[in-house]
Nanobody, 118 residues
Framework: QVTLVESGGGSVQAGGSLKLSCTIS????????MGWYRQAPGKERNLISRIGSDGTTRYADSVKGRFTISQDKNMLYLQMSSLKTEDTAVYYC??????????????WGQGTQVTVSS
């Protein structure tokens, strides 16, 4: 019912910038928050940034000061600057929707590859 699709990934040299977008479709009764995660080869999927339903944001230490999360209507964005080779990963957008039963449930995009070369 809720679908998320990421776009904007690609290959970039260290020090460059990329902006990821996530298009959210389907009905969300009430938002419990949205965020960006990434999974590097051989590693677990980790939270890199999240924005709450009240607009508050938080970032992983590894990206703080370089990445910016924002939301506009049915779009979620991640502006990435000063990219490092360590940022190479598949990036996923995530949204939590509060159903009418009061429970929050997660929905995930398919992921988009970001490759940072030296």
């Amino acid at each position: 019912q809720v679908t998320l699709v990421e776009s904007g990934g690609g290959s970039v040299q260290a020090g460059g910038s990329l902006k990821l977008s996530c298009t959210i479709s389907g009905y969300i009764f009430s938002s419990c928050g949205m965020g960006w995660y990434r999974q590097a080869p051989g590693k677990e999927r980790n939270l890199i940034s999240r924005i709450g339903s009240d607009g508050t944001t938080r970032y992983a230490d590894s990206v703080k000061g370089r990445f910016t999360i924002s939301q506009d209507k049915n779009m979620l964005y991640l502006q990435m600057s000063s990219l490092k080779t360590e940022d190479t990963a598949v990036y996923y957008c995530e949204a939590e929707s509060r159903y009418r039963d009061g429970l929050c449930r997660n929905f995930w995009g398919q992921g988009t590859q970001v490759t940072v070369s030296s």
